[in-house]
Nanobody, 125 residues
Framework: VQLQASGGGVVQAGGSLRLSCAAS????????MGWFRQAPGKGREFIAG????????YYDDSVKGRFTITKDNSKNTVYLQMNSLESEDTAVYYC???????????????????WGQGTQVTVSS
């Protein structure tokens, strides 16, 4: 499975961005996908995850109500709509896919076997 993330950029606080993650290759093996982010000097943190077949979504409390993860199975693409962006949201955002995810592990980056290249999101105050 190969993942291609796009959509990052510079936005003012309060603005919006939509990230995309297109999957290719053996997409039939994907069980779930997630978005993570990593700010300078910090570890990679879970933002949102979605089950490939059902579309059930899960969010970290820090983004709940502001970010929305969706998927388009026909395009093998997952999106992350980010609204009401804050300076604390500045980070490199990564999409990831897992073939053997279980609910209890959806927030753990080590549960994902495939990663995109990362896209920078910068929120200016």
């Amino acid at each position: 499975v190969q993942l291609q993330a796009s959509g990052g950029g510079v936005v003012q606080a309060g603005g919006s961005l939509r990230l995309s993650c297109a999957a290719s290759g053996s997409t039939f093996s994907i069980r779930g996908m997630g978005w993570f982010r990593q700010a300078p000097g910090k570890g990679r943190e879970f933002i949102a995850g979605i089950w490939w077949r059902t579309g059930s979504a899960y969010y970290d409390d820090s983004v709940k109500g502001r970010f929305t993860i969706t998927k388009d199975n026909s395009k093998n693409t997952v999106y992350l709509q980010m609204n009401s962006l804050e300076s604390e949201d500045t980070a490199v955002y990564y999409c990831a896919a897992g073939s053997s995810l279980i609910l209890s592990s959806i927030r753990n980056p080590t549960s994902y076997g495939y990663w995109g290249q990362g896209t920078q999101v910068t929120v200016s105050s």
